[in-house]
């Protein structure tokens, strides 16, 4: 902030003022410098979390690059089950995920959310609620990794999880050490019942994010405090993988609100936010996908008020994810998924442009009218490309591959959503419907003499 100052000379430099006047002036220069401290050491704060960044983040390098090499694929038991998460209900969502070829896809994480502790015990260790898990949480992991998967727990760096659950707070190397034991490959860390400054939250993260890598064991760390302290600045330095942009997805495509956020809401929040992605740095993670839901999840549905989205829109919805390089982490019912949305989530192609080893996160190349035009660089010098109708209206388009989307020739150029192939055309055209999108994926051929 900058104030300007206009002086009052009594005639002349130095002149006469009012006790008033001095009182006035005295009291704007004690604000201009107690906003110059406030500013002063905010700044000083952000500077000191991007140094440890630097420090840190070298040493983190290999671990992200052995432990998430691209976005994590999966099934999370928030929105379906929430508090009524069980023994029985992740083994067979283990084997469903096998059976119907989301394993194969990629997809092997089987994600416990919140509700699951029942406590600690006499020494202080964590252990699952007794009836819904009779026989313990290793006995869980065990039959995941018999199916090829992985298990994933959640926890919190509060005393109390965001459902008022034991949280981990004063316990991380205990409670780091018992999911060790048990065979859990995944944290997901919230962030609920915690002080707000980022300082805080930079040391807990990290305390936790030593403490699962002091065991040992390869677990990844999912880093949750929903966007509000900017973690894509400190998250690797804290021992994160891929750490939150904003909060908690609803099933609806727009909900106009920034509390209880939309599909779009949050695919807009990820403006700008490309350049902290990457193999070696972790993940942006725009939460989970709505894909499937349509209205019957729970805390998605915010009570009823919102009844979920349009087929067209949950497909947007997987694509733009998969061109955003983010995690993709589903939470509808596998075991009864319609062949619709099995078809899509299964969709190669798309899961291909997602987990592409070059690991950039796709961005805005330009925006014409309701058209949002998405580029994602690919491995190989390949290209994705994106024309995305926002509006809620029909919208024809039309761009020149050289001009408008600043791409190669020849090339060969394959619509993976419509899964047709050309090469050597020098435009795309086309209509989209109301919230859909068009995904190509152009490959350079070589130059003819």
Not at 108 to 114: A, F
Not at 279 to 287: A, E
């Amino acid at each position: 902030m900058f104030y300007a100052f206009r002086p009052s000379f009594g005639g002349v430099w130095g002149g006469r003022k009012s006790q008033n006047e001095k009182n006035y002036n005295g009291y704007i220069v004690q604000t201009v410098f107690n906003q110059f401290v406030t500013n002063y050491e905010n700044l000083m704060k952000y500077l000191l979390i991007l140094l440890l960044t630097v420090l840190f983040g070298f040493g983190f390098a290999q671990d992200h690059q052995s432990l998430a090499p691209t976005p994590p694929m999966g099934w999370n038991s928030w929105n379906l089950v929430e508090k009524e998460v069980d023994e029985q209900i992740l083994k067979e969502m283990a084997d469903a995920l096998v059976r119907i070829g989301m394993k194969d896809a990629g997809y092997q994480y089987i994600l416990v959310d919140d509700y699951w502790v029942g406590g600690r015990d006499s020494q202080n260790k964590l252990f699952p609620d007794p009836k819904r898990f009779p026989n313990g949480m290793k006995v869980v992991a065990d039959y995941i990794h018999s199916k090829g998967l992985k298990l994933g727990l959640y926890s919190d760096a509060g005393p109390l999880t965001c459902a008022g659950f034991t949280g981990s707070f004063g316990f991380e190397t205990i409670d780091a050490r018992t999911f060790a034991e048990w065979g859990i490959d995944y944290l997901k860390y919230d962030y609920c019942n915690a002080p707000e400054d980022v300082e805080t939250a930079f040391i807990r993260y990290k305390k936790m994010g030593d403490a699962l890598k002091a065991t040992g064991r390869p677990i990844v760390f999912a880093i949750c405090e929903w966007g509000h302290r900017k973690p894509w600045l400190w998250a690797k330095a804290a021992g994160g993988h891929l750490w939150r942009t904003g909060g908690d997805s609803r099933d609806v495509w727009q909900s106009n609100n920034q509390t209880y956020t939309g599909i779009m809401e949050i695919f807009d929040a990820q403006e700008g936010l490309e350049q902290y992605a990457g193999p070696t740095n972790g993940w942006n993670d725009p939460d989970l996908l709505m894909v499937g839901l349509y209205g019957q999840g729970k805390s998605s549905t915010l009570n009823g008020r919102y009844k979920g989205c349009t087929t067209i829109e949950y497909r947007s919805h997987f694509a733009l994810w998969c061109m955003l390089a983010a995690p993709l982490i589903v939470n509808l019912d596998i075991r009864r998924m319609d062949t619709e949305t099995s078809r899509l989530l299964l969709n190669q192609e798309l899961i291909a442009i997602d987990q592409d080893k070059h690991g950039k996160q796709g961005y805005t190349l330009f925006r014409q009218g309701n058209l949002q035009i998405l580029k994602k660089e690919l491995e190989g010098d390949d290209v994705a490309i994106c024309i995305f109708n926002r509006s809620s209206e029909v919208v024809p388009f039309d761009f020149k591959v050289q001009k408008d989307l600043k791409v190669w020739f020849p090339l060969k150029i394959k619509d993976i959503s419509n899964h047709k192939e050309w090469e050597n055309v020098k435009r795309v055209y086309g209509e989209l419907k109301p919230h859909e999108c068009v995904v190509y994926r152009l490959h350079k051929l070589e130059q003819k003499n």
